[in-house]
């Protein structure tokens, strides 16, 4: 069974740091470009970070860039969120998140997430 | 303000049609395919539409998506109490080299 599993979320101070980590089964996890995607209490899916197959490619929304940090491990099939800065706004459930590519058509899905972890930023 | 731009609502009786308009620009829905996903209250978002009009397997073909141009539709036909759930659309933007959704919309069975 294809899965995602997130881990690492909390409560933290404005300021403090966090590492969220998403572990992956199922599937071959070094072919697959991953993500994170956030969502605030009652709001939208908002896109934080992608990383490609091999970290060669890496990019960040400009709400969080300079201050998060993805990475990954294939020898682990894991994928890290390193959040530094952290500020109230940042409060959200993180989703890790699988594209797949369709060679056919060369298209990308977002087609598998886990159940998120939640990070609350809060004095 | 989400990049991609739906409608924050829709309703119908049951077994009625409902349509989702998503709305984007050249770098996005121009550009790129669109996903559409399901949110039912207190889970993650599940894959419904990809590629634009494609059902990822066990999706209902009362599900289905188009493209035209910059704007995207999700139809949902014989509405179903189950149904009512978010509805997110999403595509690829060139130009923020980063994945935009819609704003949601929230869809009501009545």
């Known amino acids: 069974e294809v899965q995602l599993v997130e881990s690492g979320g909390g409560l933290v101070k404005p300021g403090g740091s966090l590492r969220l980590s998403c572990a992956a089964s199922?599937?071959?996890?070094?072919?697959?470009?991953m993500n994170w995607v956030r969502q605030a209490p009652g709001k939208g899916l908002e896109w934080v970070s992608s990383?490609?197959?091999?970290?060669?490619?890496?990019y960040y929304a400009d709400s969080v860039k300079g201050r998060f940090t993805i990475s990954r491990d294939n020898a682990k099939d894991s994928l890290h969120l390193q959040m530094n800065s952290l500020r109230a706004e940042d409060t959200a459930v993180y989703y890790c998140?699988?594209?797949?590519?369709?060679?056919?058509?060369?298209?990308?899905?977002?087609?598998?997430w886990g159940q998120g972890t939640t990070v609350i930023v809060s004095s | 303000q989400s990049v991609l731009t739906q409608p924050p609502s829709a309703s119908e009786p049951p077994g009625q049609r409902v349509t989702i308009s998503c709305s984007g620009s050249?770098?996005?829905?121009?550009?790129?395919?669109v996903n559409w996903y399901q949110q039912l209250p207190g889970t993650a978002p599940k894959l419904l539409i990809y590629?634009?009009?494609q059902r990822p397997s066990g999706v209902p073909d009362r599900f289905s998506g188009s493209k035209s141009g910059t704007s995207a539709s999700l139809a949902i036909s014989g509405l179903q109490s189950e149904d009512e759930a978010d509805y997110y659309c999403?595509?690829?933007?060139?130009?923020?080299?980063?994945?935009?959704f819609g704003g949601g919309t929230k869809l009501t069975v009545l």
């Open positions: 990383t490609s197959s091999s970290s060669r490619y890496i």
């Open positions: 590629n634009n009009n």
């Open positions: 199922g599937f071959t996890f070094s072919s697959h470009s």
């Open positions: 050249s770098s996005n829905i121009g550009s790129n395919t």
């Open positions: 999403a595509a690829w933007d060139d130009s923020l080299d980063g994945w935009v």
């Open positions: 998140a699988r594209d797949s590519y369709d060679l056919l058509s060369g298209t990308i899905t977002m087609d598998v």
